[in-house]
């Protein structure tokens, strides 16, 4: 009998890794301080709100954006060049010295690992305006790059998580043409867990109190049910066998 489940696509901050306390903090303050140190808390608070301020954005209208966008409007905002200093800092400095906080979950690699020891294909979605590099740099260092056989990165597409366009990019670098043959892993019931069930997915949420629900949306948080709720990530091998 052929299973009804071929592959399982994991979201990544909050999902497989803890979710951050913040995204690029440690490289605007990294970049603040070499552009002007007597300035540096001034020019570290307004690159940080650039950067929310897009985000705030994506949750309307699922437009992805990246670093590099960013960087324009801070330029822009400050008078400075900031893509200079933060070019500066990405290429000279290790990414562990100004992302400390990034750290994957415990229970990421074995999990992992048991799915491609049974036959499953895994796959990253990420929404996020890191450069592919900056992922893979992390996900290498703590081993979880070999078993991951597609990565995308919304920083690359033109639409974000729950746009349906963000699903089908990773669904076809799996060989999945059917989305019902697969499943999804996230923390976010909005990007994560209705994105993913509008295609058809089953859907796994791990409970994550960073993630709000974004204003305006037609969808009520009420409306959304993910088939399965996680305390923890390593749960989720008895619901994939379940639905196989």
């Known amino acids: 009998m052929r299973r009804l489940l071929d ?9 497989l890794a803890f979710h951050p306390d913040g995204d690029l903090d440690d490289l605007w303050r990294a970049a603040a301080g070499a552009l002007d140190p007597d300035r540096e808390d001034e020019l570290t608070t307004t690159l940080a709100r650039i950067e929310a301020g ?5 949750a309307e209208d699922q437009k992805s954006f ?15 060049d900031v893509r200079a200093a933060v070019r500066h800092q990405a290429t000279t400095a290790h990414l562990d010295s100004w992302t400390p906080h990034v750290r994957h979950v415990p229970e990421a690699l074995p999990v992992l690992q048991a799915l491609q020891d049974a036959g499953y294909r895994c796959g990253l ?9 900056f992922h893979e740099h992390f996900l290498e260092r703590d081993g979880l790059a070999p078993y991951l056989d597609a990565t995308v990165y919304t ?9 349906p366009s963000a699903f089908k990019a990773v669904l076809h670098l799996l060989d999945v043409p059917d989305a019902r043959r697969a499943a999804f892993v996230g923390d976010r019931l909005f990007d994560d867990i209705h994105g993913a069930s ?4 089953r859907t796994a949420l791990v409970p994550n109190p960073h993630a709000h629900w974004p204003e305006g949306t037609v969808v009520k948080p009420s ?3 993910p088939d399965a709720r996680l305390s923890s ?5 008895g619901w994939v066998a379940d639905w196989s």
């Open 233 to 237: 990530l390593d749960e989720l091998l």
């Open 54 to 58: 897009t985000w705030r954005r994506v």
């Open 155 to 163: 920083s690359e597409l033109p639409r974000t998580k729950p746009h």
């Open 223 to 225: 409306e959304v049910r």
């Open 198 to 201: 509008q295609m058809g997915m």
């Open 66 to 80: 990246t670093l590099d966008a960013i960087l324009d409007e801070a330029c822009r905002a400050t008078g400075l």
């Open 125 to 133: 979605l990420s929404n996020t305006h890191w450069p592919r590099r």
């Open 7 to 15: 592959a399982v696509i994991f979201d990544w901050g909050g999902t």
